[in-house]
């Protein structure tokens, strides 16, 4: 099953199938109380929202990787609820992909933004906290995802940050339903009533004020009623990663 974005144009890559979709809004949330999300930001293409991402730091964003396409510049927004009005537009200075990064399968889905300055702390503008060692995300554990995505299938993206609950599924249900697509070491899945669609790739799972997971894929054109459950790159397996990077600039 070969898995793709759709930050790539589709008739660029007339001979891939599409089975599962990625750069995926929120599907059955509500709106969040504005700037309650403060490490939340817009990631965009001339000014257009294309990603989520979220502060790790005062100076780092963390996206999925598939949200950068070469040769392309990107901006994000900080401090945003309506990503329309709000301004706390910056510039990124380095792109950081794993270098394990496989944009076919998406495995190792997971990018650090390094912005041209550091962003002030303010009430809407904080960093949340991810793991500090590798451990297991626990199935039923009640969780969070935050987007600016379309609410369905067939709607137009959201300028207001939505969010929904979602719930941590067991690792071995995931691999049933997605199979050899699904890493058990270095992706967590979750689901219920609502979740992720188009426009929410690199977006944080939050489970108890952490941040577990990056926004992935899911089904293609599927946001409504999937099948199978949505998937998100466990941060915590890339922590010497991260780390190395983050402790570089300091």
């Given at each position: 099953?070969?898995?793709i974005?759709?930050l790539l144009?589709?008739?660029?890559?007339?001979?891939?199938?599409?089975t599962?979709?990625?750069?995926?809004?929120i599907v059955?949330?509500?709106?969040?109380?504005?700037?309650?999300?403060?490490y939340?930001?817009s990631i965009?293409?001339n000014?257009?929202?294309?990603?989520?991402g979220?502060l790790?730091?005062?100076?780092?964003?963390?996206t999925?990787?598939?949200?950068?396409?070469?040769?392309?510049k990107?901006?994000v927004?900080?401090g945003?609820?309506d990503?329309?009005?709000d301004?706390?537009r910056m510039?990124v200075?380095f792109y950081?992909?794993?270098?394990?990064?496989?944009p076919?399968?998406?495995l190792n889905?997971i990018?650090?933004?390094?912005l041209n300055?550091?962003?002030?702390k303010?009430k809407?503008?904080?960093?949340?906290?991810?793991?500090k060692?590798d451990?297991?995300?626990?199935?039923k554990?009640k969780c969070?995802v935050?987007?600016?995505g379309?609410?369905?299938?067939?709607?137009?993206?959201s300028?207001?940050?939505?969010?929904?609950?979602?719930?941590?599924?067991?690792?071995?249900?995931c691999?049933k339903?997605?199979r050899?697509?699904y890493s058990v070491?270095?992706?967590?899945c979750a689901?219920?009533r609502?979740?992720f669609?188009q426009?929410?790739s690199?977006?944080?799972?939050?489970?108890?004020?952490?941040?577990?997971?990056?926004v992935?894929f899911?089904e293609?054109?599927n946001?409504?009623?999937?099948?199978?459950p949505?998937?998100y790159?466990k941060?915590?397996?890339f922590?010497?990663?991260?780390n190395?990077?983050?402790?570089?600039?300091?």
């Amino acid at each position: 099953m070969t898995i793709i974005s759709l930050l790539l144009l589709a008739s660029l890559l007339p001979h891939l199938t599409f089975t599962a979709s990625v750069q995926v809004g929120i599907v059955n949330g509500t709106e969040a109380k504005p700037h309650s999300r403060p490490y939340m930001v817009s990631i965009q293409r001339n000014k257009k929202h294309t990603c989520g991402g979220f502060l790790v730091s005062e100076q780092f964003v963390m996206t999925a990787a598939h949200c950068f396409n070469e040769g392309e510049k990107l901006t994000v927004v900080v401090g945003a609820h309506d990503y329309t009005r709000d301004s706390g537009r910056m510039g990124v200075k380095f792109y950081h992909i794993h270098p394990g990064y496989q944009p076919k399968t998406l495995l190792n889905d997971i990018m650090l933004l390094q912005l041209n300055r550091k962003v002030d702390k303010s009430k809407v503008v904080n960093w949340i906290s991810i793991p500090k060692k590798d451990k297991e995300i626990k199935a039923k554990v009640k969780c969070s995802v935050a987007g600016w995505g379309k609410k369905n299938n067939s709607s137009t993206p959201s300028a207001k940050l939505m969010e929904v609950d979602v719930t941590i599924i067991d690792k071995k249900e995931c691999l049933k339903y997605w199979r050899k697509d699904y890493s058990v070491s270095r992706m967590v899945c979750a689901g219920g009533r609502g979740g992720f669609c188009q426009g929410d790739s690199g977006g944080p799972l939050v489970c108890n004020n952490v941040a577990v997971g990056v926004v992935s894929f899911n089904e293609k054109d599927n946001c409504d009623s999937p099948k199978r459950p949505n998937v998100y790159t466990k941060i915590s397996k890339f922590l010497k990663w991260i780390n190395a990077i983050l402790d570089g600039v300091k």
